[in-house]
């Protein structure tokens, strides 16, 4: 059974740092695709935004303005995915949800992913 448990969220002021977490078990992970979406408030399930994401080859994607900012990586046998937010802003604030799958649309749409985490909040104050 496929499993993603993200940890690492938290209460930041503005310009902080914090690093996801995500343990994937229970998969043959040749040709996986990994992300981490984003949920504000009051947005939809369908609303998720792509933050970061990572091809079964190692390329990375990110979503607009969060490169330089937000890095995405892999542990060991891509058992672990993180996801490092640097000078993070309030607009910040959302549930992040890693997701994995394999690699069949482009990898930032969320609807190409059929795994996901239980959701780690991340809240940035001003």
């Known amino acids: 059974q496929v499993e993603l448990v993200d940890s690492g969220g938290g209460s930041v002021a503005a310009g902080g740092s914090l690093r996801l977490s995500c343990e994937v078990s229970g998969w043959n992970l040749d040709g996986v695709c990994f992300g981490w979406f984003r949920q504000a408030p009051g947005k939809e399930r369908e609303e998720r935004e792509g933050v970061a994401a990572i091809s079964a080859g190692g390329a990375t994607y990110y979503g607009s303005s969060l490169q330089g900012r937000f890095h995405i990586s892999q542990g060991n046998a891509k058992k672990a995915l993180y996801l490092q937010m640097n000078d993070l802003k309030p607009e910040d604030t959302a549930m992040y949800y890693c997701?994995?799958?394999?690699?069949?649309?482009?990898?930032?749409?969320?609807?190409?992913?059929?795994?996901w985490g239980q959701g780690t909040q991340v809240s940035v104050s001003s």
């Open positions: 997701a994995a799958d394999y690699c069949r649309g482009p990898p930032l749409v969320g609807r190409f992913y059929t795994y």
